[in-house]
């Protein structure tokens, strides 16, 4: 069951974090105006949590440089504008937490409670947190170091409101700016066809996505590119374990990396049969979490342990590899060009689809505040943008406190959809 709290909101702070994502502007502002239309003062938290977690060293709040107040006329004709309003950022003040012991430890949570003095500063009455699974573990943790502060202690209830282009969110079947990216990198696909075409070479688009497939799913069967493969994908003749530990015998799943150049190369000469002579090829960027240990040697993480994918260039690794096989494999030349896609797709102009679920989610934020005294609860919909509260604890893991990725399910239809579309060969 949700925790619930008694107060009379009358002072909130909205706050945004992590990448940014098509319709951010629709959530954020109709969060804002519904609590405008209330009477209530609303506080736009500048640039994610970069300035909360240095609160005491850096002194006060600055109206302007560190948050700005909202008002009708500067939510005015916000829903469908591009970018984020207040600014958006990936610190994480929660980096040292992962464990609820954590939250006794004064070191340990300095930081999450510089967060909590800088709220209250501007005598907030509660926080609506906008972002991704790491975002959401914050907002976890924030509200899981106010419930062990003394029973007389200022408290305000957290709500979180979930953002990720990638679409693997636990709780929500899809996120807001998720069909926005996917129309986005879609189109660029669907220009490479043709480019792929008149010169008969292909493209190897290696998709956003982090952990899970959905974006590079999307855009491929969006796109009508040739093959798509994510890391779902990668299991049974496509994996195998690689030893990382002599000693004790530890091991880890990888991508048979040779059965996987060699499956792009069967459907590329399968493409060859049928008289075609060119297409694209769309791999998830999370599969380079999957790649041989000699690939990942000297790659930097951030501040949440994800290794820095950018910095591998899965596609042109790949997009040389599959070159390579095809000659050895057809005794021709092939040019096979690597592209990386996704950054363009983040601040596109929201479609209807995005701005209609950001703005529920964002009315959402009020009515869990507000007609529920709702607390610790993420806002999610279903059926007809119905809206539902999911618990916190339903979501992040009560020991590591780490959030769920939410895989494509290899044996659903959505799945299913991308195989039947993309062209056809003998496994």
């Known amino acids: ?46 640039h994610g949590y970069s300035r909360l977690a240095e609160y005491t060293a850096a002194g006060p709040l600055q109206e302007g440089t560190d948050y700005i107040r909202f008002t009708h006329d500067n939510l005015a004709q916000a829903r469908c504008s591009r970018g984020i309003m207040i600014g958006t950022a990936r610190t994480n003040p929660g980096k040292y937490v992962s464990a609820p012991e954590h939250l006794k430890d004064p070191e340990l949570v300095a930081p999450l409670r510089r967060v909590y003095e800088g709220l209250c500063s501007l005598e907030v009455d509660a926080l609506i947190s906008i972002g991704g699974d790491d975002t959401l573990k914050t907002a976890n943790k924030l509200k899981m170091f106010q419930d062990n502060l003394p029973a007389d202690a200022r408290r305000f209830p957290v709500v979180h409101l979930p953002k ?86 530890e091991s880890r799943k990888v991508m048979a990396l040779d059965r996987v150049v060699d499956r792009m190369v069967d459907m ?122 999911v618990p916190f604890e339903q979501l992040v893991d009560p020991e590591t406190l780490v959030t769920k990725v939410r895989f494509i399910e290899t044996d659903s239809d959505f799945h299913r959809l991308a195989r039947f579309l993309e062209t056809c060969i003998d496994d």
């Open 1 to 46: 069951m949700p925790d619930h709290h008694s107060l009379d909101i009358k002072r909130v702070a909205i706050l945004f974090a992590g990448g940014p994502a098509p319709a951010a502007n629709a959530v954020i502002s109709t969060a804002a105006f519904s609590f405008l239309e209330e009477g209530s003062q609303v506080f736009g938290i500048k």
């Open 164 to 249: 990720t282009i990638d679409n693997d969110y636990s709780g929500i079947d899809f996120t807001f700016g998720f069909f926005t990216a996917v129309e986005t990198l879609a189109e660029e696909i669907r220009n490479l066809n043709y480019d792929a075409a008149a010169s008969r070479a292909y493209f190897l688009c290696e998709a956003m996505g982090r952990s899970a497939g959905w974006l590079a799913y999307g855009a491929a069967i969006a796109g009508e590119a040739s093959m798509v493969l994510s890391v779902e994908d990668v299991q049974g003749a496509l994996a195998e374990k690689e030893i990382v530990n002599a000693e004790t015998g």
């Open 268 to 389: 590329m000469l399968a493409r060859e049969r049928e008289g075609r002579e060119y297409g694209t090829i769309v791999i998830a960027e999370g599969m380079a979490e999957y790649l041989p240990a000699k690939y990942l040697e000297g790659v930097n993480r951030d501040d949440h342990g994800h290794i820095n994918i950018s910095t591998i260039n899965l596609c042109a690794l790949m997009s040389g590899l599959i070159a390579d096989r095809y000659t050895e494999r057809t005794g021709k030349i092939r040019k096979v060009n690597g592209l990386q896609l996704g950054y363009e797709s983040r601040c596109a102009p929201p479609h209807a689809y995005d701005v209609m679920l950001g703005s529920q989610l964002g009315v959402g934020a009020y009515r869990a505040l507000v007609e529920e005294k709702l607390n610790g609860v993420m806002v999610s919909v279903e059926g007809q943008f119905n809206l539902r509260y």
